[in-house]
């Protein structure tokens, strides 16, 4: 599962061309059998976290963040449980299938 924040979708790192292969790369992940993409709307009225850095999390035993210097590999089952509500927090915010795929094709019409 994966999710990201709409606003991280129009953020132009580089031109409108290399965008919309990155976005165009997003649509065709999100239509393998074995992913879900989701995506944050911008217009989410109901936020009661926003993401403080980037984390993954493999399973209930490891959870990697990524900082500035370093990746940090969280292994305490205590910590863990911080992140795993996190995740589930910010997970419930998403929208998937075609909303997620409408907020990237918006997203790729407004490079041009």
Known sequence: MLFVEESALRYQLGDADAMAAQLGHLLSAGALPSVSLGVIPMATR???????????????????VE????QVNITQPSEIALYLAA???????AVYGAEA???????????T
Do not use: C, K
Not at 87 to 93: A, Q, V, Y
């Open 46 to 64: 109901r936020r009661s976290m926003w993401p403080q850095e980037t984390f993954h999390v493999y399973d209930d035993t490891l959870v990697s």
């Open 67 to 70: 900082l500035l210097l370093a």
């Open 87 to 93: 995740f589930e927090e910010l997970r419930s915010m």
């Open 101 to 111: 795929r409408a907020l990237i094709v918006r997203a790729i019409g407004a490079l």
